[in-house]
């Protein structure tokens, strides 16, 4: 049997820093990875790039954010610059917060940790999915192979089970006596009424939207909304995926409904103040041509069409008092009756997970199992698009090392 201080079960970007952190604080340490290669879903990051946190991730609105607070003020943002810096990697800011690697790729960020786990002698052996943990003589039996003092699980949820997340560390915390809340994709596409975004394919605003269910919101952002052939794309969708992937994928089916302000810097007000300007100096323009000076002219002819009932080729002087209030309160509230999301494979994080009650909230150790610590996407707490998730990885992962070395090497 292979014996070793600490195993590390996954080698996505929490795991690959559990290794790092691990083996630099003296542990022998074996990252053992389902697939055949470690950090494949680091290399579609950040669309390629790898976004490696974000200046605002402390007051970001992590799911079970209270739970996350400690480590990510103990491995803070100046804490994972001088971990990148270390392995020879220099971030840079795009003026909004995210940061990337100066080299602006997501293969070089991988090959950087690849290299430091081969520095510091780490054992990683690709191909090796594991399916069985077991205590035994105070330590742990792994595949009835490999044998430690410690576990790290840092398998992953279910999102992109391509680049291997494949849910499976859920099941091995389950089998050990965890509670695994319910798992859904987030930071996903929604699927929407094709008969309206179907028209609108490709073309993109920045809005705010709004999921309701009847007459609750259940969640909101800001930012950019990409219309395409099955429903709704871009940073703001995405955001409040989860919250209706929670619809979805309940035991109870429920409706929900995207509802877009297409022009959150106006009011209705002044949107009907804009109109009324256009008919009074334009009044023989065309009606398609009513709210093109605010909005993409695909979305406002679209607007103009669901609102009322005139030709588009129409003249604006036509529109009547009520027509240019429905207008809009269209602009402000232009809803989409949502049927789904895109599912894990396309989905970025996934939202649920290892119970937090069930671990030490400063260092992620099992309160079940002794020595026992999981870390990144298999606890149940996930971010926003903007490299928030990634923070998280990098903060969890470590503090499960630091705790494990702490440990083991006080009982040595």
Request: aromatic residues 6%.
């Amino acid at each position: 049997m292979k014996q070793c201080d600490l195993i590390v079960v996954g080698g996505g970007a929490s795991g690959l820093a559990a290794a790092i952190e691990a083996g630099r604080r003296g542990l022998t340490v074996t990252l053992l990875e389902r697939l055949p290669r470690v950090g494949k879903k680091i290399l579609v990051t950040g669309n390629g790039r790898c976004n490696i946190s974000n200046t605002a991730f402390k007051d970001h609105n992590y799911r079970n954010a209270g739970f996350a607070r400690d480590v990510l003020e103990k491995f803070d943002l100046r804490s994972t610059v001088d971990f990148f810096e270390s392995i020879g990697l220099m971030l840079t800011d795009d003026g909004e917060g995210r940061l990337y690697p100066m080299s602006n790729t997501a293969a070089g960020v991988l090959d950087l940790l690849r290299l430091e786990c081969e520095l510091l002698g780490v054992n990683t052996v690709c191909d090796c999915k594991v399916t069985d943990i077991r205590q035994s003589d105070g330590g742990f039996t792994v595949n009835g192979e490999y044998r430690s003092k410690a576990v790290i699980v840092a398998a992953g949820g279910c999102a992109s089970p391509v680049h291997g997340s494949d849910g499976s560390g859920f099941e091995l915390l389950k089998k050990l006596g965890h509670r695994i809340t319910p798992v859904v994709p987030s930071l996903v596409q929604l699927i929407a009424d094709e008969s309206v975004t179907k028209q609108l394919k490709g073309l993109r605003c920045s809005a705010k939207i709004s999921l309701k269910a009847g007459n609750r919101t259940l969640a909101s952002s800001r930012g950019e909304i990409l219309f395409t052939d099955y429903g709704i794309s871009g940073i703001a969708a995405m955001e409040v995926s989860g919250k209706a992937a929670e619809l979805f994928y309940g035991e109870l089916e429920a409706s929900c409904t995207a509802v877009l302000d297409l022009a959150p810097e106006l009011s209705g007000d002044d949107i009907r103040r804009f109109i009324a300007n256009r008919v009074k100096f334009s009044p023989e323009s065309e009606l398609e041509m009513l709210l093109v000076g605010i909005l993409p002219k695909g979305i406002a002819r679209c607007v103009c069409k669901k609102a009322c009932g005139l030709p588009l080729n129409s003249r604006i002087s036509d529109l009547k008092n009520e027509d240019i209030k429905t207008i809009s309160e269209r602009v402000k509230n232009f809803e989409l009756p949502l049927k789904g999301t895109k599912g894990f494979s396309q989905a970025q994080v996934s939202r649920g997970g290892a119970d937090v009650g069930q671990f030490d909230r400063n260092t992620l150790e099992s309160l079940i199992v002794k020595n026992l610590y999981a870390c990144g996407e298999v606890l149940d707490v996930d971010g926003g698009c903007g490299g928030f998730n990634l923070q998280w990885a990098w903060s969890s992962g470590r503090a499960c090392a630091c705790a494990a070395a702490e440990k083991i090497k006080n009982k040595d």
